[in-house]
């Protein structure tokens, strides 16, 4: 139940039920065909939420663009930065 409601899952499938009732006895336009774009995006964000979150709880690798990543800390970053802009220095 709480992958159904924290990830937007519920909101996704529900956004999806309105649109199919919605589009019932419409002309289908490029305004619907975008709409239907748009919601199969939306699930399919929801979607990768569920698994991404899955996988952080089975003690999985998680992809680094996921919101579950683990973050790095700010020594790590700044340490990286500096790396970063020696390589850079030096190419000069």
């Known amino acids: 139940m709480r992958y159904l409601l924290r990830t937007g899952l519920f909101s996704a499938i529900s ?21 239907w774009v748009s ?13 991404d979150m899955r996988r952080q709880e089975k003690g999985l690798p ?18 990286k930065r500096r790396d970063e802009v020696k390589r850079i220095s030096k190419q000069r």
């Open 15 to 35: 956004t999806g039920w309105t649109l199919l009732r919605g589009s019932r006895g419409q002309q289908f336009t490029w305004r619907a065909v975008l709409a």
């Open 39 to 51: 919601w199969a995006i939306t699930l399919s964000l929801a979607i990768g939420a569920v698994r």
């Open 62 to 79: 998680v992809s680094a663009d996921s919101p579950f990543a683990p973050k790095p800390d700010k020594k790590e970053r700044r340490e």
